[in-house]
């Protein structure tokens, strides 16, 4: 069974258009994040979630738009997409809770290509 | 930024251990060591994590220097499904951070 699935795994779109990636994760877990990697393969956090509440926003335009509809699912919307949002998002999740590992599951990646 | 350093790329033989160093040297007494590591074109996956005592799993073992100011990830018998960026992360544990991620050290594994 898979963890945290991402869709879709792959996203091409002209630029202007609005867009989603969807995440969902099947590990009871209470946070969740996205990540962004470039071209130059840096990732970089982007948001995160901690039951269904933004604990991280690190200065991303606001042209993304994360949301949680649930503890299991986290959303990322882009409005007005552009050329430099093109990157691979990776979402994942862990736990916050007292004596459980905190350790950090990732799903498999979008990889998105705005032209 | 990354408060952590790891050279660029390594390379190693196929049924040999990879030894990964990493340099922390302004590391708090709460941050753990974390090490990720990412295949080609795949999400980042957990190895292990240690504050000050060495650490061994499944996966490959972390020895930490006594003043934690720098830690070697061991994979004992490196194969070719090793080859991936590895990365090694400080951080303080169970406060739902984020991670931080720096430039890594890709490990070629050899036949």
């Known amino acids: 069974d898979t963890a945290v699935s991402q869709t879709p795994k792959y996203l091409v779109t002209q630029m202007g258009n609005d867009k989603s990636i969807k995440c969902e994760q099947n590990l009871g877990h209470d946070t969740m994040y996205w990540y962004k990697q470039d071209s130059k393969k840096f990732l970089k956090i982007m948001f995160s979630?901690?039951?269904?509440?933004?604990?991280i926003n690190e200065t991303v335009p606001n042209r993304f738009s994360p949301k949680s509809p649930d503890k299991a699912h986290l959303n990322l919307h882009i409005n007005s997409l552009e050329l430099g949002d093109s990157a691979v998002y990776f979402c994942?999740?862990?736990?916050?809770?007292?004596?459980?590992?905190?350790?950090?599951?990732f799903g498999p990646g979008t990889r998105l290509t705005v032209l | 930024d990354a408060k952590t350093t790891q050279p660029p790329s390594m390379d190693c033989a196929e049924g040999r251990a990879a030894n990964l160093p990493c340099n922390h040297s302004t590391i708090s007494g709460n941050e753990y060591v974390y090490w990720y590591r990412q295949i080609h074109s795949q999400g980042p996956q957990y190895i292990i994590h240690g504050l000050k005592n060495n650490e061994t799993n499944e996966m490959a073992s972390l020895i930490i220097t006594e003043d934690r100011k720098s830690s070697t990830l061991i994979l004992p018998h490196a194969t070719l499904r090793d080859t991936a960026v590895y990365y090694c992360i400080v951080r303080v544990r169970n406060q739902g951070g984020k991670l931080i991620f720096g430039q890594g050290t890709e490990l070629s594994v050899k036949p």
């Open positions: 994942a999740s862990s736990s916050r809770l007292a004596g459980v590992p905190d350790t950090q599951y």
């Open positions: 979630y901690n039951n269904k509440e933004l604990i």
